[in-house]
């Protein structure tokens, strides 16, 4: 079956680095989204990976490897502005969508930056 | 214009009431979504629609029942929900074939009494 895990929750300082892992196990694995949910607001698109390595962003980075199935979302100079929720998404060839693309979001993780 | 609008913002039903939600973007995508998402869950995927023909229905109840007028708009007609029904519905569109950018509306906070 499909799994996508990550942290809950992660606390981090204004002006530093986090980082959010995204553990996934899948079949007919495309690639892995990030987004950004602010608490009452819309989830926003940040990134998509589908080859190894890193993407850069401005101060958000996304990494996947795909023969570890994990990916991690990396924000650096962190502000208070961040605290949000985290999703990965994987997207991947669903079991019963005739071959469809589908995109699947992780539980996500709440990010709180504390001064 | 990279804003996909939903109304209305809120919605309070009774189990035996007939509404509708509405979604409209005009960024030209050809692949619309509608989601469901719950307090401190993710959103959970219900419909897909491509060049407005329904691409995937993830087994949803058929007292929800979407319609894809034209490629600007999407709609998701309730009938006779049940409270646990309640939650913040959302609708993304993106570009064929992209899928993993999604740009998601505002949703709709759907209350049912």
């Known amino acids: 079956g499909q799994s996508l895990e990550q942290p809950s929750e992660v606390t981090a300082v204004e002006g530093a680095i986090v980082q959010i892992n995204c553990t996934y196990q899948t079949s007919g694995f495309y690639g892995l989204s990030w987004y950004q949910q602010h608490d009452g607001g819309a989830p926003t698109f940040l990134s998509y990976n589908a080859l190894d390595g890193l993407e850069e962003t401005g101060r958000f980075s996304s990494f996947l490897s795909r023969s570890d199935s994990y990916g991690y979302l990396l924000l650096q100079e962190l502000q208070m502005k961040d605290s949000a929720s985290y999703f990965c998404?994987?997207?991947?060839?669903?079991?019963?969508?005739?071959?469809?693309?589908?995109?699947?979001f992780g539980t996500g993780t709440k990010l709180q930056v504390i001064p | 214009d990279t804003e996909v609008t939903q109304t209305p913002k809120h919605l309070v039903m009774g189990m035996t009431n007939k509404k509708s939600l509405k979604c409209e973007q005009h960024m030209g995508h050809r692949a619309m979504y509608w989601y469901k998402q719950k307090a401190k869950k993710p959103p959970e995927l219900m419909f897909v629609y491509s060049y407005e023909k329904l691409s995937i229905n993830e087994s949803v109840p058929s007292r929800f029942s979407p319609e894809c007028p034209n490629s600007s708009l999407l709609n998701l007609h309730l009938h006779a929900l049940q409270p646990e029904d309640s939650a913040l519905y959302l609708c993304?569109?993106?570009?064929?074939?992209?899928?993993?950018?999604?740009?998601f509306g505002p949703g709709t906070r759907l209350t049912v009494t």
């Open positions: 998404a994987v997207r991947d060839r669903g079991r019963n969508s005739g071959g469809y693309q589908k995109v699947t």
């Open positions: 993304a569109s993106s570009q064929e074939g992209q899928n993993y950018e999604q740009y």
